[in-house]
């Protein structure tokens, strides 16, 4: 199993993508897992592919998006892999918003909130009318565990998930439908933005909650590793008043089963035991 990252020239995002590549690893003992990166850092999926001591590869593309890198650079790379002598399978992206992930991101952004605000709400907070039927509803959802009912992490009474950007219109669509999703699960207000290209920066999204009445506004981050884009969403989030900065994905246990259940569900069935 081929983990593929954008790769970046911040050694941080390399970092992330290993620390994810190890965690699968300890969580399916029974997999040969590399990473790989389409930009910047190497090896490149081929390589990995070319090297592999397996007749069967499945590759993963560490995106949250399906955007140019889904859509192209990806098929791509299965078409060129074509001529070795291994037969590769991609599957879908990451995203979009799913339980799994939609508990990674709330899971992130409860442990960057502070502990000193009020620790649940009744329908209203910060002078902001809560989305109907936005209160956690407890219990599970498709085997997650979700918080009780009522909770507000840190007393939060807003929420910003903040992303890359992209120019794709398909693509900025998930994320927003993301950004709606998660303010459905905090029961909180919510705003999409994105550290580059069009469309609300993460400190302007900031900015409307406030302006809207939120006192306690969180930033979620809508990123699989740290970098200089996700370093401008926080600054800029920060300096607009947020009171939260979730950390990037990584390796988080909800991403670990999500690279696990899109594997199998690209084969039909478990991968077989490594060599």
């Known amino acids: 199993m081929v983990l593929v990252a954008h790769g970046s020239r911040d050694p941080r995002a390399a970092v992330a993508t290993e620390a994810l590549a190890r965690a699968v690893r300890r969580a399916h003992p029974e997999w040969l897992v590399e990473a790989s990166y389409l930009d910047h850092a ?23 998006t399906s955007a140019y890198h889904g859509r192209v650079d990806l098929p791509a790379v299965v078409r060129a892999a074509a001529s070795l002598p291994i037969t590769v399978t991609a599957t879908d992206v990451l995203g979009p918003a799913s339980p799994l992930l939609l508990s990674a991101l709330s899971r992130r952004l409860l442990a960057s909130a502070p502990r000193s ?28 565990a979700l918080p009780p009912a009522g909770s507000c992490p840190g007393g939060l009474d807003g929420v910003v998930l903040a992303s890359a950007g992209t120019r794709d219109e398909a693509a900025r669509a998930t994320v927003a439908d993301a950004a709606a999703a998660l303010g459905r699960r905090l029961g909180l207000p919510a705003e999409v933005a994105y550290a580059s290209g069009a469309g609300p920066a993460p400190g302007e999204a ?27 969403a926080a600054r800029t989030a920060r300096e607009a008043g947020a009171v939260a900065v979730a950390e990037p994905l990584t390796a988080a246990t909800e991403l670990v089963r999500l690279v696990a259940a899109r594997v199998e569900s690209a084969l039909g069935h478990p991968l077989p035991m490594a060599a």
């Open 117 to 144: 605000g009020t620790g649940s709400h009744s329908g209203t907070s910060g002078g902001v009318a809560l989305p109907r039927g936005g209160v956690f509803p407890g219990g599970r959802l498709d085997g997650v």
């Open 206 to 232: 900031v900015a409307a909650l406030r302006a809207a009445g939120a006192r306690r506004v969180g930033m979620s981050a809508y990123f699989l590793a740290p970098g200089l884009l996700y370093d401008l």
């Open 42 to 64: 190497g090896p490149r999926p081929l390589d990995v592919l070319a090297s592999a001591p397996a007749a069967r590869a499945v590759l993963v593309p560490l995106l949250l």
